[in-house]
């Protein structure tokens, strides 16, 4: 069995990348297309999670409505 080191897992650069922009926005870094960005990326993510908010309020809705 092979361990991966933490350091090279996909998962903790990721978690780098969020840290790194963390900082560079409350230390004011950031440039106009970054922020730009990131507030699609926040946009999105906002979106994504009221669609899913939604679909489970109509599943519910129609599995009372149909007694299931």
């Known amino acids: 069995m092979t361990l991966v080191r933490s350091h090279n897992h996909p998962l903790s650069d990721a978690v780098r990348h969020h840290w ?22 926040a946009m999105g993510r906002a979106v994504a ?8 309020y109509f599943i519910g ?3 009372v409505l149909f007694n299931l």
Do not use: I, K, N, Y
């Open 20 to 41: 790194m922009w963390m900082v560079r926005r409350l230390r004011g870094d950031l440039t106009g297309p970054e922020v730009r960005e990131m507030l699609v990326v």
């Open 49 to 56: 999670l009221l669609f899913g908010l939604a679909l489970f």
């Open 61 to 63: 809705v129609f599995a």
